[in-house]
């Protein structure tokens, strides 16, 4: 059993900021990546932000130098700092975990998804 629990959806007008939360109920070391993708209607899921165990990260275009994600290993929660939020960054987005149980095997689980919406 993996539960990936999101929080910190919502509505903001354009210039806003919110944080997205999401925990998992899966060891630490087991996990290799989190991220956040994310999903506007006729569009196809994109990477938005992600983390390897190593501390790497990485974002899509769209979004760098306004949203940061991060990782609290601790809490085995990954976050999104989503800055300067504008109207085109509405979308639901999705947590995704990737990791390894064993030699032979690997996972991958997503969140049920968090609705942003910025208005303009």
């Known amino acids: 059993q993996v539960q990936l629990v999101e929080s910190g959806g919502g509505s903001v007008q354009a210039g806003g900021s919110l944080r997205l939360s999401c925990a998992a109920s899966?060891?630490?070391?087991?996990?290799?990546?989190m991220g956040w993708y994310r999903q506007a209607p006729g569009k196809q899921r994109e990477l938005v932000a992600g983390i390897t165990s190593d501390g790497h990260r990485n974002y899509a275009d769209s979004v760098k130098g306004r949203f940061t994600i991060s990782r609290d290993n601790a809490k085995i929660t990954v976050y999104l700092q989503m800055n300067s939020l504008k109207p085109e960054d509405t979308a639901v987005y999705y947590c995704?975990?990737?990791?390894?149980?064993?030699?032979?095997?690997?996972?991958?689980?997503w969140g049920q998804g968090t609705q942003v919406t910025v208005s303009s």
């Open positions: 995704n975990v990737r990791g390894t149980y064993s030699i032979e095997s690997k996972f991958e689980y």
């Open positions: 899966i060891s630490i070391f087991m996990i290799d990546h």
